[in-house]
């Protein structure tokens, strides 16, 4: 990664009394990336958020935001910063439109021209001139969305954005974040407890648990690997296994249900093909299984519940 770090997270950690919530956690954020940011309960996503927004301070470390250190030039540093905390509040009896004007008086330099431009990023034309009470809950998310990003923040933090969303509110919403990440450039942090959604939404997946990052990796990681899990379906499981074993006792083998699950580089897959066929093994299928990443969530926090 070439491009310079819209967000810096250096050696931040967060002492209560005796008891470390956060321990020397370091991470960079990038512009147009989504990263979603997951932990058990307790693992302290929550605080580090709030240590990033300055709601919270630090017991040492640091948080860079577009270069400047949040402890030393707050005002500066935060103004590159948008939120969305679970459902965000507005005025019901207002219309769209009229909380994004009052939104804009408050930040100060925001002009008529860059109001109608988030709203048409966050597809609200038809229904920006009607009363907010009126709006879905699917509607309030992305007016929400829009009130976010009015001051062009560089970093844009998301906490539970889906929560109460149906299927289809939860496509759109991630539909306009993804556009609003890759148009504008902006680098967005989504923390959520829904597994199956992060994945879908973004570039990147950092785990925390007790305070630790533990893993930082690409949604498509491994697919690049040099090594997967395939699964073999055969007319004879324990004939074609004792054969992968005689091949080669290194690899890891094990039946499941009706099928083999052998992890092997590409190559090697179709080798064992071609000797189960030579042995008078059929074989039906052959397919890669990816793990989801609620298979490796539990993997590497131990089955700690998500929240």
């Not at 370091?26 to 979603?36: A, E, K, N």
């Not at 935060?78 to 994004?100: C, D, H, R, T």
């Not at 844009?156 to 969303?165: A, K, M, Q, R, Y």
């Not at 925390?208 to 899990?229: A, E, P, W, Y």
Request: charge should be neutral; include cysteine.
């Amino acid at each position: 990664m070439n491009e310079q770090p819209v967000v810096q997270l250096k050696n931040l950690t967060k002492k209560i009394g005796s008891k470390t919530i956060i321990d020397d956690l370091s991470l960079d954020l990038y512009p147009g990336q989504v990263t979603g940011f997951l932990g058990p309960n307790g693992a302290g996503k929550t605080t580090t958020i709030r240590m990033m927004v300055g709601l919270m301070k630090a017991t040492s470390g640091e948080v860079i935001i577009d270069g400047y250190h949040l402890n030393k030039n707050y005002t500066k540093s935060i103004s590159q910063v948008g939120a969305i905390v679970e459902n965000p509040e507005m005025y019901k009896f207002m219309s769209g439109y009229q909380n994004l004007v009052h939104f804009a008086r408050l930040q100060g330099n925001i002009s008529k021209e860059r109001i109608k431009e988030v709203v048409k990023q966050v597809g609200l034309e038809s229904r920006i001139h009607d009363k907010v009470q009126a709006y879905s809950l699917g509607m309030r998310q992305r007016l929400g969305l829009a009130q976010a990003i009015l001051h062009k923040p560089k970093f844009l933090i998301l906490d539970e954005p889906t929560n109460g969303l149906d299927p289809a509110g939860i496509r759109e919403f991630r539909m306009y974040l993804r556009k609003i990440a890759a148009e504008d450039g902006v680098s967005v942090l989504v923390s959520s407890h829904l597994l199956s959604e992060i994945e879908l939404m973004c570039d990147r997946i950092a785990i925390i648990q007790q305070g630790k990052l533990i893993s930082i990796r690409s949604v498509q990681g491994s697919d690049q690997d040099k090594r997967k899990v395939f699964l073999f379906k055969v007319s004879d499981k324990e004939k074609a296994w004792q054969i992968v074993k005689d091949n080669d006792e290194d690899i890891e083998v094990e039946i499941m249900d009706d099928r083999l699950m052998i992890n092997l580089e590409k190559e090697q897959a179709a080798q064992i093909n071609r000797t189960f066929i030579e042995n008078g093994i059929d074989v039906y299928e052959i397919i890669p299984h990816k793990k989801t990443l609620e298979e490796e969530f539990l993997e590497m926090t131990g089955g700690e519940q998500i929240v």
